[in-house]
Structures are given as structure tokens and as C-alpha cells.
């Protein structure tokens, strides 16, 4: 069976598929993954890009804003991650996110002692729809009344409108949880009136019947919220070529498939994105055993088949993006490149810093 090379170039990116530069060497020698092997080291081109550490994105957001038309490249964050009225478009807001400059609002639990304040991972509040509506209803009208409209999108993820904020410079909630919080709090003209909102919406859910009931289920109450995303009108953005898996709610708002498979990429006719992010929740909290096994799964359902297909003339190019906090890499491989069966498969490329 004949194949068109030309339209099936696939892309798939890894956030968190480097592994932190101390632990890089124990972590890569537990790794069984001879397809990632094969793809890092029998490349056509390959290069590590450094990131800046004290970037308000990560660098996957970074990509993603970038791979939609929302952004600069991934390499030069300056614009952040203007996301939320694309996401937006993606909860069936179209109309509200086509006029003014919106946010994503997202309800989050803070962590106080006396020396920092910590934002939790929001992928473990465990946030249902009833109680993301609960918490919603109470903080609408006070946003309302400050002018700055509030919506709710999906389970944990809201936006709030505020177009004299459109130069505030904020930081996505997966860059925050793992630093000092008051490093990477708004910054800019809005500000300070940002501040008001968020300590008088604190006020309104303070020991409120739903954190109670949450906390007498084991459940970290809601104590606070994150603002980030800021992007003035949503245009029309190349969201249909990238799937993502493994993503939070804002991921999958974006994604024209939240439950991609090989063979249905393939089977574009056209090049293909896929995010698997799976790796990022694990990363986050430093549970390595997780990452190891994720990244074995990863290994027999995407890297295993894809470089079967690459061998076999069904896809002409695999590109490889895996990042982690400080920066990533990009390797790209061919059927070509696969022939050079002089270089020994390795993941010595995954200890590349610079």
C-alpha cells in the first residue's frame, strides 16, 4: 500500500519527559524505553534549548501557546501564555470571548506558614461541578459588582473579564505550585485591584458549607483562586491540529481530541500534534515511581508503534519534543536517520543541559 510521506509528519510532545538534572542519570537507568532510545539517538537533527527558570510559563505552556498562534516562540516567553479566550472558545463561549480581555480565574487552595505561602497542585482538589458551582455563585455577584464579569466555564475553571488589566503580567498555576508564591504573584497595573478581589472572594468562602463538607471528606478547602491566562478577543487558532492527552480541564477546552490514538493520527491528512501530558502531575509533586511507570506506558502505546510506522513508510518524519522545567529538546528522526545503525540507542540525549 502506497503512502502520502508528505502528509503524515507527527509531532508528539512530552511535558516533564526530561527528568530533573539531579535525579536524570538514576532515572534514566530505570527507564526500558529502547523506542525513545532508538528516536533520541538515530535523529536527523537534535537540540536542547534552555529555558528561563524564572518564566511565568512552563516551557510545554510555553509551546502550546506558540503551536496555536498565541504567542511568540517558546524560546523567547515574553508574552507568557495568553490562553484564556481560545479556552474559552473551547467551553462554548465563543461570543463572550470574541469582545474585551478575559482571564482564567481557577478556584485554588493556598498553603500559609510563616516563611511562604505555597499554591497546591489544582489537579488534587478534586473539584466537582456542584461544588465549582457553589463556589461560583457566591463570588459572581461580588465580581459583578466591581465590574469585572464572571463565568463559569467547566468544573475548576472559570474567567473573569477585566479589560483595564490587559497589562498584567501572571503566572500559569503549574509554574506557581512548585515556588515561592509571592515570587509569581500578579504583577503590573491591576494588581493591587486584584488583590482586593481575591482577598474579599477568600473572605466570602472563609469556612463556608461547602469547604466544610470538603474538608470532612479528606478534601483541602478552597481558599483562594489563581488568576493567569490573560488574552484580549479570541481569533480562529490552529487548536485542530493539536490533541492532547492527559491534560487538566483547560488543556482538554483546547484540544480538538482529548483522547487521541496512533492510528487516528495516521490517518490525518495532514500533520499531526499530540501533547501527552500525563507526566506533568507526577513531575509536580516529585513522585518518580509514577513518572517511571507513565513513562512505560508511554513507551508501549505511542514511541513502540510510531517508530514501527516510521520504519514502515507510514509516517515520514517523528518529531520529539520533552521538557522540563530549565528547558527541552527536539528530535526529529526519519526512516533514514533510523538506517545509521552505527549509533547504539541511548538516553544519553535526556542528560543534555546546554
Known amino acids: 500500500m502506497a503512502y502520502n510521506l508528505a502528509m ?15 535525579l536524570a542519570s538514576d532515572l534514566i537507568h530505570a527507564l526500558q524505553t529502547p523506542a525513545l532510545a532508538a528516536l533520541l539517538t538515530r535523529y536527523s537533527h537534535l537540540q536542547y534549548s534552555p529555558y528561563d ?25 515574553d508574552t507568557g501564555a495568553p490562553l484564556a479566550t481560545a479556552v474559552m472558545r473551547g467551553c462554548g463561549l465563543q461570543a463572550e470571548a470574541a469582545e474585551g480581555h478575559w482571564f482564567m480565574l481557577q478556584p485554588a487552595h493556598v498553603q ?9 497542585d489544582l489537579r488534587g482538589l478534586q473539584l466537582t461541578e456542584a461544588d ?27 474567567f473573569l473579564r477585566a479589560d483595564d488589566w490587559a497589562g498584567l503580567r501572571t503566572a500559569s498555576p503549574d509554574a ?12 503590573g497595573q491591576g494588581a493591587r485591584d486584584f488583590r482586593k478581589l481575591q482577598n474579599e472572594i477568600q473572605m466570602l468562602w472563609h469556612e463556608h458549607p461547602i469547604n466544610a463538607a470538603r474538608q470532612a471528606r479528606g478534601l483541602q478547602p478552597i481558599n483562594s483562586c489563581w488568576l493567569w491566562g490573560g488574552a ?16 487538566t ?20 491528512p495532514a500533520p499531526g500534534a499530540v501533547m501527552l501530558a500525563d507526566l506533568v502531575a507526577p513531575a509536580q509533586v516529585g513522585d ?28 515520514a518524519r517523528v518529531k520529539l519534543v520533552l521538557s522540563h522545567r530549565n528547558g527541552w529538546i527536539t528530535a526529529d528522526s526519519t526512516a533514514l536517520a533510523q538506517r545509521k545503525f552505527w549509533r547504539k540507542p541511548t538516553l544519553n540525549s535526556l542528560l543534555k543541559q546546554s
Open 8 to 22: 503524515t509528519e507527527i509531532t508528539l510532545v512530552f511535558p516533564f519527559g526530561m527528568p530533573p538534572p539531579e
Open 53 to 77: 527558570n524564572d518564566s511565568r510559563v512552563l516551557p510545554h505552556e510555553a509551546w502550546l501557546a506558540h503551536a496555536l498562534g498565541l504567542a511568540s516562540a517558546p524560546d523567547q516567553p
Open 112 to 120: 500559609i506558614s510563616r516563611t511562604h505561602m505555597l499554591l497546591s
Open 132 to 158: 465549582s458551582r457553589g463556589l461560583y455563585e457566591i463570588a459572581r455577584p461580588f465580581c459583578e459588582e466591581v465590574g469585572k464579569p464572571l463565568l463559569h466555564g467547566a468544573a475548576g475553571l472559570w
Open 176 to 187: 506557581t505550585s512548585t515556588q515561592s508564591m509571592s515570587d509569581l504573584l500578579p504583577e
Open 232 to 247: 484580549g478577543p479570541a481569533a480562529p487558532t490552529t487548536a485542530g491540529h493539536v490533541a492532547i492527552s492527559g491534560g
Open 249 to 268: 480541564e483547560w488543556m482538554d477546552a483546547l484540544a480538538a481530541d482529548v483522547q487521541p490514538t496512533l492510528e487516528r493520527l495516521l490517518g490525518r
Open 288 to 315: 518518580w515511581a509514577d513518572w517511571l511507570a507513565r513513562m512505560q506506558r508511554i513507551e508501549q502505546e505511542w514511541l513502540a508503534p510510531l517508530l514501527a510506522a516510521l520504519k514502515a513508510g507510514r509516517v
